[in-house]
């Protein structure tokens, strides 16, 4: 769409090597290339065991903040106009210091895409997730259902018609399952759905 966009993780765990696989991945999708510089200014915290931000923390002898994270994912808007930051294993992810994944969505004020797994359960964890979001003020742009296996058509069709009912949201996207590699091309027509968040 011509917007000069970028991915961002401000934490990433179970990284070999120092390398931010779902960083790279989203690079990669978007057919962008940086140097190493720029990657950790993208993801600046990465930690080997994969395991929450706070406890990655803490065994490596560390320690996070989500005032100094949020303020690195705000200055990436100083030289790209579009910055989607994913965050790391949900909403009340603990960061350390009593503060949450959430305590950085609210410092940055951002609207929140908030990715549903299409699984057993997802009910359940995406209207507490969409509830725990409206509660801190948060924006939240919508719902995209992701499909980590082959979906039942019956049944994925009701969990996305009962989560945009019950969480008062829209379905922004689905992504189809894909037992490889989801090919970057396939994300055209998802992002042809999402144009109208991204202004």
């Not at 960083?23 to 978007?30: I, P």
């Not at 803490?58 to 989500?66: D, I, N, P, T």
């Not at 399952?177 to 396939?186: H, I, L, M, Q, V």
Request: proline share 7%.
């Amino acid at each position: 769409m011509g917007i000069n966009a970028v991915p961002a993780k401000p934490v990433q765990t179970g990284c070999i090597n120092g390398v931010s696989d779902d960083l790279e991945f989203s690079l990669k999708t978007a057919g962008l290339s940086f140097m190493e510089e720029v990657k950790y200014r993208l993801c600046p915290n990465r930690f080997t065991p994969a395991c929450s931000p706070h406890l990655a923390a803490e065994l490596a002898g560390s320690s996070l903040s989500a005032a100094a994270m949020a303020s690195s994912l705000k200055d990436l808007q100083s030289s790209y106009q579009c910055v989607v930051a994913e965050g790391a294993g949900g909403i009340l992810v603990p960061l350390g210091d009593g503060k949450t994944m959430l305590d950085l969505m609210v410092l940055l004020g951002w609207p929140v895409v908030l990715v549903s797994s299409d699984k057993l359960g997802t009910i359940n964890h995406t209207l507490l997730s969409l509830e725990a979001l409206r509660r801190a003020g948060i924006d939240v742009a919508g719902v995209v259902v992701n499909h980590i296996t082959p979906p039942s058509p019956l049944i994925s069709a009701s969990n996305m018609q009962t989560i945009k009912n019950y969480g008062r949201t829209e379905i922004l996207a689905e992504i189809p399952y894909s037992p490889d590699c989801f090919p970057a091309e396939s994300f055209l027509g998802i992002c042809t759905q999402l144009k109208g968040i991204l202004s």
